[in-house]
């Protein structure tokens, strides 16, 4: 049997190209592999029918929107998932998923090899392979449009001169990729970065100016950190992510555009919509507020961003994603309960929490009488914490020590060793702010 490859379709231009074009390079038949997670847009039969068209020796289509929803969005929605402090991975959550499927695929048929239509200047092309080297590292893995030469002109030429059905509409002039999650825009005029984005990029938000100028209220239930449901009605993840993406994105939420440091060392500007990701995210990391401990809580805020990086960087299946995750399953146990969002002129503003696992207690906070703080407890507590400050002011601040400002100086100081620090000269009082 002539040897196989598997190749990541998307039913445009240069993945229909790639398929004899990889055919003619290699010698290898092609399988043609059209993952669904949402990217909307064309019946994924049609695509089919034209990777068959354009000479695939077989087509499939794998709808993994539920696999993606529940296993790739959900841990990036309990990682509060955000790239440079903003972008939700859209695309980066995507290319694992679709690599698990052409692994598995070229495993099935015996495919020796694996394909995707990704550049040379992006982070997709690692995200692919660097997924395919840990799933498949049997497998080898070629990109035509950057290993074999197949630019922009010589598709149009080839698709002409083999009759392929594509229609050969003007090509849009910007880079688009898509999923449940959002959509990505890059290239084209946006290259600019002082060009503003204009408002045909957008189709999974309106424009904020044009929503409804009352808003909407919409109250999200979670539990062990993943929606469960909607204003009462039981969702799944992947309905929550879609029910989301409309009500958000109807009241023009989740849009962004950053400059983005890129994996391969480049800069780029990219324009976002993520209505549904956005809006969940915002009640998520509020419902954490309420439920999980201050330190954890803090210190889940840096795991948090390394484990955005590790998603971008393309190492979603490395060990450190792995035990990261693990962590994060851990603080998640009670994330549960409900937030109200209000959702109005482009953004998704918390305005009500409650939960069975709340840590939130009335009595300690509130300033009314019968509060059962302990007022005088503080006091020693703030003796003892800013012990250091106090030990370190003697030595360091000689403008403490002239206004005999620490109350235990004479002893400690003459604790000091004698050396280094006691022969370090009483300087000019440094200047700093005291307390009032
Ligand atoms: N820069 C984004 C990322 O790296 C989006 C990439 C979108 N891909 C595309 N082919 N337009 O995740």
Redo the contacts with the bound molecule.
Sequence with gaps: MTDRIVLAYSGGLDTSVAIGWIKERTGKDVVALAVDVGQGGEDLEEVRQRALACGAVEAIVADVKDEFASDYLMPALKANAA?QRS?P????LS?PLISKYLVKTAHELGADSVAHG??GQ???QV?FEAAVAALGPDLQCIAPIRDLELTRDRSIEYAAAHDLPIRQSKKSP????QNVWGK????GFLEDPWNAPIEDLYTYTKNPVEASPEGVDVVITFKHGIPVAIDGEAVTPLQAVERMNVLAGNEGIGRLDLV?D??VGIK?R?V?EAPGAVALITAHEELENLTLERDVNRYKRDVENRWSQLV?DGLWYSGLKRALDAFIDETQQMVSGDIRLHLQGGRATVTGRRSAQSLYDYNLVTYDEGGTFEHKAAKGFINIWSLPSKIAARRDNPLALGQGAVSVEASAASELPQGEAAATPVAEPVARETER
Excluded: Q
Aim: hydrophobic share 25%; charged share 30%.
């Design positions: 790239y972008y991975l859209v695309s980066a290319r990704c550049t992006g982070n997709d995200r910007y880079s688009i990729d990505a825009v890059e290239t983005e890129r994996l780029s990219e976002y971008y």
